[in-house]
């Protein structure tokens, strides 16, 4: 057997989520179907292994994930048959062949998220998929002070929501962004680290959001942490703003192919 390590870009929109699940679209599926049609079908079928899961409507820049082949086929073979059976809401940017102990889950060394936020005074019908919304003012040094407060390793129960199969809540945060694209009229926010827990970027995105209303005083990250109480965080940022950006591995660089 031969392993191919992919890297691909979904509109999660259109899926609910990256696992597999009974009688619903998923990446995971739609990966595993055209895999299998590549292999001619194989008895037992092949699985595909992905990085990490993400929700029903988040959406992926550069998601990886691997599978074994039976075959030998160039990389780039590769690349354009998988594309040429997937649907058009995924694309896979790159397909190399790796060693056969090279793991996309467990080999990851850090990962990357990026929320939008839309600030229209409506939810503009061409972004609602892509973007949360919030029409409020939002004091962008504040959210970007009280950012620095997540940097570090932490035990982050109070940003787990229920359902989290975890044995830790301890997680480290390598990077924290906030910033404006006054271009577009949102609100960027960017997290960087060794592992994010079930809705953790969006219950943190959401505390943000609070602090930058004036909902909360921007010191309040460190009590809320210590409270190791979900009740403490409270809201959770909507899945449409959410994008995998990234994931990173120890022995490539921490670079995305493109953001497309």
Known sequence: MYRYKITFAYDGAGFSGFQIQPHKRTVEQTLKTAVNKIAKNPDPPLHVIGSGRTDAGVHALNQVAHFDMPY???DESMRKALNSILPLDIL????ERVPN???????THSKRYRYRVDQGEFVNPFKRLYT???KYPLDLAKMQRAAQD???EHDFTSFVASGSQAQSN???IDDVLVKRDEINHEVIFEFEGNGFLYNQVRIMVALLLEIGNGQRPVD???RVLAAKDRQAARMTAP???LYLVRVNYADSPAKNIDDC
């Open 150 to 152: 997540l940097l570090g």
């Open 101 to 107: 102990d090279f793991h996309a889950r467990y080999d």
């Open 72 to 74: 030998l086929i160039p």
């Open 92 to 95: 896979v940017k790159k397909a």
């Open 132 to 134: 949360a919304h919030y």
């Open 220 to 222: 309040d990250i460190p």
């Open 170 to 172: 301890v997680r480290r």
């Open 239 to 241: 899945a449409t703003g």
